[in-house]
């Protein structure tokens, strides 16, 4: 069962949740993958809801939301907290082109109901987003101690976790917000 939220009222929760972690999750070629996220906007950009999502160029995400342009925002609410910190660190430590995360962590999948990536059930805050803008960073307009933080440039790119890659910032139109709920046994 899934209670319909509108996303901006959350948006406090929501930006928040990100700022500690959340998933993003895709869905292209049948495959489902998830990947932590931990930078994120909310807004309202062209008179709609947004969420921008900011994915490097090196990541599985980023080849499956070039295929598909559609995913999910996931995130935990009070008692899946302890649950999520693993879902998390696993979801930011592999890579999606070497293992399937779902099936290893057992999440469980929503499907969507505007986008055909699901929800994860452990995180069930969920907003429904189709890509309607992309922008790759430009570095020359990154300042030189940010580019620094974020992007050194003397790591292996071969590594799951290398931040060497810029990011691309993917505008997606939140077109339902849901939280799932259990049904409750009568």
Request: aromatic content about 8%; some cysteine; overall charge neutral.
């Amino acid at each position: 069962m899934k209670k319909q939220i509108q996303a901006l009222e959350y948006a406090s929760q929501i930006l928040q949740a990100v700022k500690t972690g959340a998933l993003l999750t895709t869905k292209a070629d049948n495959f489902v993958n998830t990947m932590t996220i931990g930078w994120g906007g909310l807004g309202i950009e062209w008179g709609i809801p947004i969420f921008a999502a900011f994915v490097r160029h090196g990541r599985y995400t980023r080849e499956m939301l070039d295929k598909n342009p559609e995913f999910t925002i996931n995130i935990p609410l009070g008692g899946e907290l302890e649950l999520a910190k693993n879902i998390l660190a696993v979801c930011g430590k592999k890579s999606g082109r070497d293992c399937d995360k779902i099936k290893e962590l057992s999440l469980g999948l929503v499907d969507g109901e505007c986008v055909s990536a699901p929800a994860i059930k452990q995180f069930p805050m969920t907003l429904e987003c189709k890509v309607v803008y992309r922008q790759a960073q430009d570095p020359n307009n990154i300042p030189a101690q940010l580019k620094a933080r974020y992007y050194p440039q003397d790591v292996d790119s071969a590594n799951p976790l290398e931040n060497k890659d810029f990011h691309i910032a993917y505008y997606g139109e939140i077109v339902r917000a849901y939280i799932i709920e259990e049904k409750i046994n009568e």
